[in-house]
């Protein structure tokens, strides 16, 4: 039965005290690792799998542990994660041998998006599994998430970004990023999928 270690990191000076050095955390078989600023208005965070196997991320809502979005980081990789106000950042080990990731905190992810903007137009939507299976997504560049069941996932992309799902080992293109697509808008997986498999 897996364990849950929890990581908080309360004191505000400590968090902004590391500046951009690496934290390593090594993860012990069949563990679950929880990361938590509580003091802090959401974090980024940067992280790379320095471990021989995949590890499974995800960030959750702290008052509900419900699940927010989650992704299978490969072996000697890296991705930055936007930690939202009110979530925290879940680490999986599902194997039999350690692993280890390091990280370190960025800055504000206020700051960072507001930048981004001023440079290229983004589009802030959701993405929705309607269905009772996992879809796995394939984001270039960002993530690969893997969207639970009857759940619902809050991405920022630019303009021009392009989306595929993962079917039986091939990468279907099912939606690309333009300004027409409203702030906020929830988007269907479900029919982007059946869309792209029908094109004639």
């Given amino acids: 039965m897996k364990k849950t270690s ?4 309360l004191i505000f000076s400590f968090v902004y005290g590391q500046k951009n050095e690496r934290s390593k955390l090594i993860i ?12 802090l208005n959401g974090f980024n ?31 000697n990789s890296l991705a930055i994660l936007d930690i939202k106000h009110g979530m925290y950042l879940e680490i999986e080990n599902k194997y039999l041998s350690t692993l280890i990731l390091e990280f370190t905190l960025l800055k504000s992810p206020s700051s960072v998006k507001k930048t981004k903007q001023e440079i290229i137009p983004q589009r802030s939507f959701y993405l929705e599994n309607n269905t009772s299976q996992i879809i796995p997504l394939k984001i270039p560049g960002v993530m690969s998430p893997k969207l639970e ?19 039986n080992g091939e990468d279907v293109l099912i939606l ?8 906020g808008a929830r988007i269907d997986l479900a029919y982007l999928i059946n869309k792209a498999i029908n094109r004639d």
Avoid: A, C
């Fill in 45 to 75: 965070i940067k992280m790379w799998n320095k471990s021989k196997l995949d590890i499974n991320i995800s960030s959750r809502f702290r008052k509900t542990d419900s699940l927010y979005l989650t992704l299978s980081l490969e072996r």
């Fill in 176 to 183: 690309t990023v333009t300004k027409d697509i409203p702030h």
């Fill in 6 to 9: 929890i990581l908080l990191f």
């Fill in 28 to 39: 012990p078989p069949k563990q679950i690792i929880r990361i938590d600023y509580p003091s």
């Fill in 149 to 167: 069941p009857f759940s619902r996932s809050g991405v920022d992309l630019l303009n021009g970004q392009e989306v595929y799902v993962d079917l």
